[in-house]
C-alpha cells in the first residue's frame, strides 16, 4: 500500500526556519517525480515546487523561490522542503504527492503556522 | 502561468441529480489535466487523470471530457458522498495550477 507521511509541521515566528519531512514507503520511491503543494486555511491548492527522480532537477512557485528548498534521500525514502525566512502567508497544510501523469498520490498533510 | 477558470465556484444539487463542473485554461494544455476530489480535513483525492481517464477505484458515475483549454467533470448521479469540492490541476507547464474550486453542496 503506498503511503506518504508528513512531519515537522509547527507554529514558527515570521522570519523563522523549519525542515518538513515526507517519508514514503510501498513503492519504489526513487522511481518517481515528487512534489509539494499546500492549502492555506479555507482556501484552495496551490502548487510549491517538484524534484525530479535523482534530485538534480527542481522546480518552484515565485512566491517561494529563494526561500524554500526541496530535496529527498533515495536511500531513506524521504522527501524534504526547507522553509526560511517564512511568512505570515506561507501558514498553510503541506502536502507531499506522487507525480504519475501528474499529481495522483496525496500524503495526509502537516501543518506549519507562521505567528508572532 | 496557464489561469485555470474553474466554474462554478458553488452547487446546490440534490442525490441523483446530474452534476458539470468546468475548467477553461488560459492556453491550450492537450489533454494534461486531472480531475480531484476534497472533502473536509482530508488531503485531495485524484478522480481523473489525462483529462478522461478514470483513477483506479474510483466509481464510474464520474468522468472526464475534454481536450486544449475546455475541460468537463461529470458526476451521472450525485450519492451522499460526493459532497465535497472538486479541483482541476494543469501540468502541461510549471507552475501547475489549480482552478479555484467548486463546492458541491446538499440542496
Known amino acids: 500500500e503506498v503511503q506518504l507521511v508528513e512531519s515537522g509541521g509547527d507554529l514558527v515566528q515570521p522570519g523563522g526556519s523549519l525542515r518538513l519531512s515526507c517519508a514514503a514507503s510501498g513503492f519504489t520511491f526513487s522511481y518517481y517525480w515528487m512534489h509539494w503543494v499546500r492549502q492555506a486555511p479555507g482556501k484552495g491548492l496551490v502548487w510549491v515546487s517538484r524534484i525530479n527522480t535523482d534530485g538534480s532537477s527542481t522546480k518552484y512557485a515565485d512566491s517561494v523561490e529563494g526561500r524554500f528548498t526541496i530535496s529527498r534521500d533515495n536511500a531513506k525514502n524521504t522527501l524534504y522542503l526547507q522553509m526560511n525566512s517564512l511568512r505570515d502567508e506561507d501558514t498553510a497544510v503541506y502536502y507531499c504527492?506522487?507525480?504519475?501523469?501528474?499529481?495522483?498520490?496525496w500524503g495526509q498533510g502537516t501543518l506549519v503556522t507562521v505567528s508572532s | 502561468d496557464i489561469q485555470m477558470t474553474q466554474s462554478p465556484s458553488s452547487l446546490s444539487a440534490s442525490v441523483g441529480d446530474r452534476v458539470t463542473i468546468t475548467c477553461r485554461a488560459s492556453q491550450g494544455i492537450r489533454n494534461d489535466l486531472g480531475w480531484y476530489q476534497q472533502k473536509p480535513g482530508k488531503a485531495p483525492k485524484r478522480l481523473i487523470y489525462?483529462?478522461?481517464s478514470l483513477q483506479s477505484g474510483v466509481p464510474s458515475r464520474f468522468s472526464g471530457s475534454g481536450s486544449g483549454t475546455e475541460f468537463t467533470l461529470t458526476i451521472s448521479s450525485l450519492q451522499p458522498e460526493d459532497f465535497a469540492t472538486y479541483y482541476c490541476?494543469?501540468?502541461?507547464?510549471?507552475?501547475?495550477?489549480f482552478g479555484q474550486g467548486t463546492k458541491v453542496e446538499i440542496k
Open positions: 504527492v506522487r507525480d504519475v501523469s501528474g499529481l495522483e498520490y
Open positions: 489525462a483529462a478522461s
Open positions: 490541476l494543469q501540468h502541461n507547464n510549471y507552475p501547475r495550477t
